[in-house]
T-cell receptor
């Protein structure tokens, strides 16, 4: 069982380009999340999905979009990347209740130049 | 306002010794979960231990235990018999039951370095 996989592992992107970060989980969890981790700011929630077919905005959603066509996949798209989106992006999943552990993918290190 | 506070930016601990990492939290929600994660230099976030607000006993998972003092709103992580592989950043996080987003709120982290 792989848990959560993310792709790519790292990417350097020119500003203005479109980019999709992929996230797949094999735990059949209902809820999935995207966080970004920045030095000094910790992890912040970008978007979430409580179940397939539904998504919601987190703390820092601007410039990002997500979709949840099925239980396993939760891609994050940057429509037109900007340098401030340089960060490490983590996908996570859980059963959904506040008592349930969120498990994280290995992360994607994105640099926007 | 900061909901999770970790006051120790970094600390050194000798191998085989125990170390306590502090975490205080702020919430008015009676239902919440507290989590500790480890982030080694390789970058992945590894779940260590969970404590629920209604749990009567302190959580334990192998060498990890959580000193949960609800009235003080603290949830300190204790690592017993430290190993070199315990060197990492440690994050305390909370999820409130009333939060429909389901987001984890993280502290700033504590960098632990285990020395031989």
């Amino acid at each position: 069982i792989a848990g959560i996989t993310q792709a790519p592992t790292s990417q350097i992107l020119a500003a203005g380009r479109r980019m999709t970060l992929r996230c797949t989980q094999d735990m059949r969890h209902n809820a999935m999340y995207w966080y970004r981790q920045d030095l000094g700011l910790g992890l912040r929630l970008i978007h979430y999905s409580n179940t397939a077919g539904t998504t919601g905005k987190g703390e820092v959603p601007d410039g990002y979009s997500v979709s949840r066509a099925n239980t396993d996949d939760f891609p994050l798209t940057l429509a037109s990347a900007v340098p401030s989106q340089t960060s490490v992006y983590f996908c996570a999943s859980s059963e959904g209740l506040y008592t349930d552990t969120q498990y994280f993918g290995p992360g994607t290190r994105l640099t926007v130049l | 306002a900061q909901k999770i506070t970790q006051t120790q930016p970094g600390m050194f601990v000798q191998e085989k010794e125990a170390v306590t990492l502090d975490c205080t939290y702020d919430t008015s929600d009676p239902s919440y979960g507290l989590f500790w994660y480890k982030q080694p230099s390789s970058g992945e976030m590894i779940f260590l231990i969970y404590q629920g607000s209604y749990d009567q006993q302190n959580a334990t998972e192998g060498r990890y235990s959580l000193n949960f003092q609800k009235a003080r709103k603290s949830a300190n992580l204790v690592i017993s018999a430290s190993q070199l592989g315990d060197s990492a950043m440690y994050f305390c996080a909370m999820r409130e039951g009333s939060d429909s987003w389901g987001k984890l709120q993280f502290g700033a982290g504590t960098q632990v370095v285990v020395t031989p």
